[in-house]
């Protein structure tokens, strides 16, 4: 079955960098497009990024271009999210999803938090 | 403040029916698929409809969904207790090249 394990969350100070990993089971990782969509504490949901399945084409939300950077391992079946200069807004849990039929996410892994705080 | 507008709560009593509206414009909703994502409390979004219309394989036919010009629209029929939860439209918007989700509709199940 398809599973989705995201990883490398914790604590981490304004400023300050985290990569955040996605593990991919139960389908051909190369076929489908991935994304992150990421939840603030009591709030709802906020898409970060989208990559295709080759890598060629990136789309990031306005408020993380130029500071988070998405990318794929097709050969390690993961996704990555790589994070610099955080602020306390980043602060959310952070969910890698399968895309299918441009623009639906149909698997979501159970997510792993980010706190940016001093 | 999301572009797509849902009410942010509905209550409705068991075995009714209850509509969720999405608001959207030309550059979203009206050109774009629909889909519509259910968050049980503490858990991950689950894909309820895609395609406007579409239930992927498991999701009961008491979930339905339509699109119109710019809006979309949930529906539930025979409400369940444990349909309690959290539900976002979500589309592209062909304008500003993101993926956009609506603001979230609390649906409460007297």
């Known amino acids: 079955q398809v599973q989705l394990v995201e990883s490398g969350g914790g604590l981490v100070k304004p400023g300050g960098s985290l990569r955040l990993s996605c593990s991919a089971s139960g389908f051909t990782f190369s076929d489908y497009y991935m994304t992150w969509v990421r939840q603030a504490p009591g709030k709802g949901l906020d898409w970060v990024s989208y990559?295709?399945?080759?890598?060629?084409?990136?789309y990031y939300a306005e408020s993380v271009k130029g500071r988070f950077t998405i990318s794929r391992d097709n050969a390690k079946n993961s996704l990555y999210l790589q994070m610099d200069s955080l602020r306390a807004d980043d602060t959310a849990v952070y969910y890698c999803?399968?895309?299918?039929?441009?623009?639906?996410?149909?698997?979501w892994g159970q997510g792993t938090l980010v706190t940016v705080s001093s | 403040q999301s572009v797509l507008t849902q009410p942010p709560s509905l209550s409705a009593a068991p075995g009714q029916k209850v509509t969720i509206s999405c608001s959207g414009t030309g550059s979203n909703i009206a050109n774009n698929y629909v889909s519509w994502y259910q968050q049980l409390p503490g858990t991950a979004p689950k894909l309820l409809i895609n395609?406007?219309?579409k239930r992927p394989s498991g999701i009961p036919d008491r979930f339905s969904g339509s699109k119109s010009g710019a809006s979309a629209t949930l529906v539930i029929t025979g409400l369940q207790t444990g349909d309690e939860a959290d539900y976002y439209c979500g589309t592209w918007d062909s304008s500003l090249s993101v993926v956009l989700f609506g603001g979230g509709t609390k649906l409460t199940v007297l």
């Open positions: 395609d406007n219309n």
């Open positions: 990559l295709s399945t080759s890598g060629s084409t990136i």
């Open positions: 999803a399968r895309g299918n039929n441009w623009p639906t996410f149909d698997y």
